[in-house]
């Protein structure tokens, strides 16, 4: 069974840093592009950043320069590194594979779970 599973998120205060995690199980995604995307409460799904099977990524403009995506394609994990966060940021963030190096969800055949990631004023 393939499970995607996401860690690392909380509350933090404007301006702090978190790292999110996300562990994936039953297959490898070596070859599969990685996406965040996050959504808060009353909004719809939205896009925050990519990485494709070899290191490159791409992010929504509202993040960009603030979040950072990694992977560990030995490890099946990847990584999204958020600094000077902002209340605007609060959102449950979803990981997710897809074969297709995308911004949209609706190419993600994998998703996760979510994590809460609420950030104070």
């Known amino acids: 069974q393939v499970q995607l599973e996401e860690s690392g998120g909380g509350l933090v205060q404007a301006g702090g840093s978190l790292r999110l995690s996300c562990a994936a199980s039953g297959r490898a995604f070596s070859s599969y592009a990685r996406g965040w995307f996050r959504q808060a409460p009353g909004k719809e799904r939205e896009f925050v950043g990519a990485?494709?099977?070899?290191?490159?990524?791409t992010y929504a403009d509202s993040v960009k320069g603030r979040f950072s995506i990694s992977r560990d394609n030995a490890k099946n994990t990847v990584s999204l590194q958020m600094n000077s966060l902002k209340p605007e940021d609060t959102a449950v963030y979803y990981c997710?594979?897809?074969?297709?190096?995308?911004?949209?969800?609706?190419?993600?055949?994998?998703w996760g779970r979510g994590t809460q990631v609420t950030v104070s004023s």
């Open positions: 990485i494709s099977w070899n290191g490159g990524s």
């Open positions: 997710a594979a897809s074969q297709y190096y995308s911004t949209l969800s609706s190419r993600y055949d994998y």
